[in-house]
């Protein structure tokens, strides 16, 4: 083993370090002006818009639908769709000007002490179109503005008297890879259990807290800028499963529309592609004919992925209860739930560790105590995780995890819905 003092006192290294340090000390002025404006411009920009954010005047609706409902997910996955007219990026002018970013929304699942409440944050600015796309879908439905739910528990919790535990979950694959949705629930379904329900156990769990007991599912999403970006990345995992080599920019091929006027070719001519598939030997079968049924229906999955409208998605959850009764497994079941999203050639939710509030070494109680504030803080102000970027959902996996169940569906949750369904005014009433 070498010695460390003996690579210090080495006299390559030695010249090595005072070059280095000589030529910092000359050339320092060069470099250090640009580092600092990207620091200085990432500080200036936080403080632009925290300011405009605390100009936003926020919403909390909450939608109740009749108990004879019978919408399925899909009829969500439209609502979530019309969602993405909130999509309003800024130019340069309202970025640095103004401090204006890129809106939101929360979609929320909440239960408190068995009731069940279907939960949307928006900026007040966009609540009507909120409204109309849920109405589109859902006539009968009634949504009302409600009280920050968040603001009826103490602001400091976890303390002497509350508890929590909860997480942020990411994903286990890349984004394009998709999760279980709700047509895989209905397909494998039998004929008597054709209406199984993907966020039924979820209503379940939140129907047996008992008072004082509090299980809150956050859903943010925010339409993603550049939709191309979103489907490149799937079609690179696609050729890469495929094992298609793909000429370098500026090579034979550059561009998409080089390989659309090549297969036109193809198609036309009869002439074999000038672009390689596989990486057999000569006279072999393409690595494409050579693919498992898994590895097709992989591919399948991945192109109806990136085929619908995607959002930028964070996805947590929060257990807290009073600390005389705080349940732990309660919490613990919420993986469980999730769990039936996964699929192992697929993707599937996993915990994100650095905002799981658990910690097994180094200062426990002290670390836990500051993870378990901050995951609170970000929840009530519904913001995106800060340590790594959000991933992207299409419309159907949104649908899948945040949708208005039916009682047919959900049959024992105690869901807050419509007490009686509205019907309009009788022609003979009179109008003055």
């Given at each position: 083993?070498?010695?460390?003092?003996?690579?210090?006192?080495?006299?390559?290294?030695?010249?090595?370090?005072?070059?280095?340090?000589?030529?910092?000390?000359?050339?320092?002025?060069?470099?250090?002006?640009?580092?600092?404006?990207?620091?200085?411009?990432?500080?200036?920009?936080?403080?632009?818009?925290?300011?405009?954010?605390?100009?936003?005047?926020?919403?909390?609706?909450?939608?109740?639908?009749?108990?004879e409902v019978e919408k399925t997910p899909k009829a969500m996955e439209q609502v979530i769709h019309g969602f993405h007219g909130i999509h309003d990026p800024p130019n340069l002018k309202e970025r640095?000007?103004?401090?204006?970013?890129?809106?939101?929304?929360?979609?929320?699942?909440?239960?408190?002490?068995?009731?069940?409440?279907?939960?949307?944050?928006?900026?007040?600015?966009?609540?009507?179109?909120?409204?109309?796309?849920?109405?589109?879908?859902?006539?009968?439905?009634?949504?009302?503005?409600?009280?920050?739910?968040?603001?009826?528990?103490?602001?400091?919790?976890?303390?002497?008297?509350?508890?929590?535990?909860?997480?942020?979950?990411?994903?286990?694959?890349?984004?394009?890879?998709?999760?279980?949705?709700?047509?895989?629930?209905?397909?494998?379904?039998?004929?008597?259990?054709?209406?199984?329900?993907?966020?039924?156990?979820?209503?379940?769990?939140?129907?047996?807290?008992?008072?004082?007991?509090?299980?809150?599912?956050?859903?943010?999403?925010?339409?993603?800028?550049?939709?191309?970006?979103?489907?490149?990345?799937?079609?690179?995992?696609?050729?890469?499963?495929?094992?298609r080599k793909l000429p370098k920019k500026g090579g034979l091929l550059s561009g998409p529309h080089e390989y659309v006027?090549?297969?036109?070719?193809?198609?036309?001519?009869?002439?074999?592609?000038?672009?390689?598939?596989?990486?057999?030997?000569?006279?072999?079968?393409?690595?494409?004919?050579?693919?498992?049924?898994?590895?097709?229906?992989?591919?399948?999955?991945?192109?109806?992925?990136?085929?619908?409208?995607?959002?930028?998605?964070?996805?947590?959850?929060?257990?807290?209860?009073?600390?005389?009764?705080?349940?732990?497994?309660?919490?613990?079941?919420?993986?469980?739930?999730?769990?039936?999203?996964?699929?192992?050639?697929?993707?599937?939710?996993?915990?994100?560790?650095?905002?799981?509030?658990?910690?097994?070494?180094?200062?426990?109680?002290?670390?836990?105590?500051?993870?378990?504030?901050?995951?609170?803080?970000?929840?009530?102000?519904?913001?995106?995780?800060?340590?790594?970027?959000?991933?992207?959902?299409?419309?159907?996996?949104?649908?899948?995890?945040?949708?208005?169940?039916?009682?047919?569906?959900?049959?024992?949750?105690?869901?807050?819905?419509?007490?009686?369904?509205?019907?309009?005014?009788?022609?003979?009433?009179?109008?003055?």
């Amino acid at each position: 083993m070498i010695d460390i003092l003996e690579i210090f006192n080495n006299e390559a290294f030695s010249i090595f370090f005072l070059n280095f340090k000589n030529f910092f000390i000359n050339w320092w002025w060069t470099f250090t002006p640009v580092i600092l404006f990207f620091i200085l411009n990432e500080l200036y920009l936080y403080w632009k818009q925290e300011k405009w954010w605390q100009g936003i005047k926020w919403v909390t609706l909450e939608a109740k639908i009749p108990e004879e409902v019978e919408k399925t997910p899909k009829a969500m996955e439209q609502v979530i769709h019309g969602f993405h007219g909130i999509h309003d990026p800024p130019n340069l002018k309202e970025r640095y000007i103004d401090g204006k970013a890129l809106f939101h929304l929360s979609l929320e699942i909440v239960g408190i002490g068995g009731d069940i409440h279907f939960i949307i944050r928006a900026p007040e600015r966009h609540r009507n179109l909120v409204e109309s796309n849920i109405y589109a879908q859902y006539p009968d439905a009634e949504i009302r503005e409600v009280d920050d739910y968040t603001l009826n528990v103490p602001p400091d919790i976890p303390n002497k008297d509350y508890e929590l535990w909860g997480a942020d979950f990411t994903l286990t694959k890349p984004d394009p890879y998709p999760i279980r949705t709700y047509p895989s629930f209905e397909s494998e379904a039998t004929k008597e259990e054709k209406r199984i329900d993907p966020i039924s156990s979820l209503c379940e769990l939140m129907s047996s807290l008992k008072e004082g007991e509090q299980l809150w599912v956050q859903i943010l999403i925010r339409p993603i800028i550049e939709e191309r970006k979103w489907v490149e990345e799937g079609q690179k995992l696609v050729n890469k499963i495929l094992g298609r080599k793909l000429p370098k920019k500026g090579g034979l091929l550059s561009g998409p529309h080089e390989y659309v006027r090549e297969g036109t070719r193809v198609v036309v001519m009869g002439e074999p592609p000038m672009w390689d598939i596989g990486e057999g030997a000569p006279g072999e079968e393409p690595l494409m004919w050579k693919l498992t049924p898994g590895e097709t229906e992989v591919i399948k999955a991945i192109e109806a992925n990136i085929s619908k409208v995607g959002c930028e998605t964070n996805l947590r959850f929060i257990y807290l209860a009073k600390s005389d009764i705080f349940y732990k497994p309660n919490a613990s079941a919420v993986f469980g739930v999730f769990r039936q999203f996964h699929t192992l050639n697929l993707n599937g939710f996993r915990p994100d560790k650095k905002s799981m509030t658990k910690i097994t070494y180094f200062l426990v109680n002290r670390r836990l105590y500051l993870r378990k504030r901050k995951l609170f803080r970000y929840y009530k102000g519904r913001d995106f995780p800060a340590h790594r970027l959000p991933y992207v959902f299409n419309t159907e996996e949104l649908a899948t995890v945040y949708h208005f169940p039916g009682r047919i569906a959900v049959p024992a949750a105690p869901v807050s819905r419509v007490e009686a369904r509205k019907g309009a005014p009788p022609p003979t009433l009179p109008t003055e």
